[in-house]
């Protein structure tokens, strides 16, 4: 099975800062990578897919890169709707995610 | 509007079986793989399961911690998926989100991956006696 790793698994930010969240694959997986955001209560939304496609609605101060085994997902300003729970998933050989990084209002 | 609305969670026992629902709208449900991600209480993401849609034989797969218990199955007349879990366990308690699942490909045609890209809100299935 593939696994996933994000890092930080927390981080505190403040609103307007640039922050970079990074996922790793246990085995390459070329760009079959996407990045969700959670907010408590509410459903995962879908941010980025294959790697680095903006998801049609999401604003463009979201990006992703990278491919094989090292991806990231980058946010150029923070705004106040953007502290919530992210995380990273697999698609190349089933499905998996990694465990989630918390962003929190510093 | 592109919708899912889960339904059928609940308080069950060890052991007993349960059935959730996802009906869809706002969108051709058969031209769609659809598939099922838990959540633990306090915890992460898990991909439990998905079902192709008809034109790729409506097969399905199943995450190795609820395969030969858990099935899912769809009626594409009534727009819904259904996941049926049988033998239930505590470890089974979670929010069980039912989501699309879209393929993306590119200009020459070639898969470049695939993403849940629509989430339901999600129904919470606690198994405890």
């Known amino acids: 099975d593939i696994q996933m790793t994000q890092s930080p698994s927390s981080l505190s930010a403040s609103v307007g800062d640039r922050v970079t969240i990074t996922c790793r694959a246990s085995?390459?997986?070329?760009?079959?990578l996407n990045w969700y955001q959670q907010k408590p209560g509410k459903a995962p939304k879908l941010l980025i897919y294959?790697?680095?496609s903006l998801q049609s609605g999401v604003p463009s101060r979201f990006s992703g890169s990278g491919s094989g085994t090292d991806f990231t997902l980058t946010i150029s300003s923070l705004q106040p709707e953007d502290f919530a729970t992210y995380y990273c998933?697999?698609?190349?050989?089933?499905?998996?995610f990694g465990q989630g990084t918390k962003l929190e209002i510093k | 509007e592109v919708q899912l609305v889960e339904s059928g969670g609940g308080l069950v026992q060890p052991g007993r079986s349960l059935r959730l629902s996802c009906t869809a709208s706002?969108?051709?449900?058969?031209?769609?793989?659809m598939s099922w991600v838990r959540q633990a209480p306090g915890k992460g993401l898990e991909w439990v399961g998905f079902?192709?849609?008809?034109?790729?034989?409506?097969?399905?797969e199943y995450a190795a911690s609820v395969k030969g218990r858990f099935t899912i199955s769809r009626d594409d007349s009534k727009s819904i998926a259904y996941l049926q879990m049988n033998s239930l366990k505590t470890e089974d308690t979670a929010v069980y989100y039912c989501t699309r699942l879209t393929y993306y490909y590119d200009s020459s045609g070639r898969l470049r991956g695939d993403a849940f890209d629509i989430w339901g809100q999600g129904t919470m299935v606690t198994v405890s006696s």
């Open positions: 998933q697999q698609s190349y050989s089933g499905y998996t």
């Open positions: 706002g969108f051709t449900f058969g031209d769609y793989a």
């Open positions: 079902i192709r849609s008809k034109a790729y034989g409506g097969t399905t």
């Open positions: 294959a790697a680095s």
């Open positions: 085995q390459s997986i070329s760009s079959y």
